[in-house]
T-cell receptor
Framework: NAGVTQTPKFQVLKTGQSMTLQCAQD?????MYWYRQDPGMGLRLIYY???????DKGEVPNGYNVSRLNKREFSLRLESAAPSQTSVYFC?????????????FGEGSWLTVV | QKEVEQDPGPLSVPEGAIVSLNCTYS??????FMWYRQYSRKGPELLMY????GNKEDGRFTAQVDKSSKYISLFIRDSQPSDSATYLC?????????FGPGTRLSVLP
């Protein structure tokens, strides 16, 4: 079972470059999330998508954009990368309301902005 | 104040010890509580899930929620070196899941 798959796993960017982190889930989940994890800060929500066609800002959305391409895929884009965006990024998904109250994570994407 | 607080540790215990990991939360609306385990360079994996107050046991793991004091606990019995990881507590508020910063646990052989 693949679960939640993220690509790439590692990436080094120069300041000002753009890139897109890809995420796909094969569990037929409705909701999808992007978090970033920094030492001492825990997991912080960047954006989430409650269902196909909808997206909402989380705690730290500045500098990011998202696209819910279809039910399976939710991408995160950095338009002009900054060193402050150096972090580990996790995609997650959750079943439909009433079918589960927990979220399931991918393996993470390690991003360094120099 | 963060909505979920957790002592980051690190916590080191000998193999076979009982481990107690704790979190506090501030939002009275939280009803769903989770513990995730995260190995180095891996994504968090769900360990335990509880709804409202009470205890839930799964093998060597027991999750406990006390809503009156807004306290979440995870107990690990007969701890093993393979339990060495970072443990994240989490609560659900609406569509969002709020996480503590995690406690790093080392179980020494």
């Amino acid at each position: 079972n693949a679960g939640v798959t993220q690509t790439p796993k590692f990436q080094v960017l120069k300041t000002g470059q753009s890139m897109t982190l890809q995420c796909a889930q094969d569990m037929n989940h409705n909701s999808m999330y992007w978090y970033r994890q920094d030492p001492g800060m825990g997991l912080r929500l960047i954006y989430y998508s409650a269902s196909e066609g909808t997206t909402d800002k989380g705690e730290v959305p500045n500098g990011y954009n998202v696209s819910r391409l279809n039910k399976r895929e939710f991408s995160l884009r950095l338009e002009s990368a900054a060193p402050s965006q150096t972090s580990v990024y996790f995609c997650a998904s959750r079943p439909a309301e009433g079918s589960g109250n927990t979220i399931y994570f991918g393996e993470g994407s390690w991003l360094t902005v120099v | 104040q963060k909505e979920v607080e957790q002592d980051p540790g690190p916590l080191s215990v000998p193999e076979g010890a009982i481990v107690s990991l704790n979190c506090t939360y501030s939002n009275s609306a939280f009803q769903y509580f989770m513990w995730y385990r995260q190995y180095s360079r891996k994504g968090p994996e769900l360990l335990m899930y509880t709804y409202s107050s009470g205890n839930k046991e799964d093998g060597r793991f027991t999750a406990q929620v006390d809503k009156s004091s807004k306290y979440i606990s995870l107990f690990i019995r007969d701890s093993q070196p393979s339990d060495s990881a970072t443990y994240l507590c989490a609560s659900r508020g609406g569509q969002n899941f709020v996480f503590g910063p995690g406690t790093r646990l080392s179980v020494l052989p």
